[in-house]
C-alpha cells in the first residue's frame, strides 16, 4: 500500500491538500457554523473560528479516510505513470 503512494508523492499531496481543505468547509457548514463566522476578528485563519473540529480520535478517522478516499486515485495515476513516459511525468 505505501509502494504505490510512495510512487506518487507529489500528486498525493497535492490532491489530500485540496481534499482536507475542502472537508474543513463542509464541517464549518456542518457544525453549525455561517457565512458570518468565516472571518473570525483574532484569527488570521478563513473557516477557522473557535469550536472548530474534533478531538484525537476524530482527527485520526480523517486522517484514516483521506488515505483511503486517495489510494485508487494514487494507484491508477501510478499505473498510468508506468506506462506513458512523458518528461512531465517525473514531476508529479
Known sequence: MMSVYG??????YVLHFYLIHVLVVIVFYLQGFGSADIISPNNPFLFKPNGLGFGLWG?????AMV?????????RYG??????????????
Open 7 to 12: 510512487k506518487v508523492p507529489m500528486i498525493f
Open 59 to 63: 482527527v485520526y478517522g480523517i486522517w
Open 67 to 75: 488515505v483511503l478516499l486517495l489510494f485508487p486515485v494514487c494507484k
Open 79 to 92: 499505473l498510468y505513470k508506468s506506462s506513458h513516459h512523458q518528461w512531465w511525468l517525473s514531476y508529479l
